[in-house]
């Protein structure tokens, strides 16, 4: 039971009737009939295109809201914000100490 709770959760299974729905996304997520259903019993339900669906809440943080670097400005995802730093300012900082 384990393993089907945890797929449930990284999404790889419908988290309301467990079936499959491809490759993790590292969320719960509805497939299409459950999402449908949830809707019906008044549940505000998102749809994440080839994604599936999901409660509008948990999903908030994961929209393609973009945020500013500190650096230079340039509008990335706040995930990737510490890897953009790294990889253009960095690399930047070290070529200018040579």
Do not use: W
Request: charged share 25%; aromatic share 4%.
């Amino acid at each position: 039971m384990g393993e089907i709770a945890e797929m449930m959760l990284d999404g790889t299974l419908c988290e309301q009737c467990g079936v499959y729905m491809g490759d993790a996304t590292d969320f719960p997520r509805l497939c299409p009939s459950c999402a449908k259903a949830a809707r019906k019993a008044g549940r505000q339900i998102e749809n994440l295109g080839s994604l599936g669906y999901c409660d509008a809440g948990p999903v908030a943080p994961l929209k393609n809201k973009k945020v500013s670097c500190p650096e230079c400005g340039k509008r990335v995802k706040p995930a990737g914000v510490y890897n953009h730093m790294r990889d253009v300012h960095e690399a930047d900082t070290q070529e200018n100490t040579k």
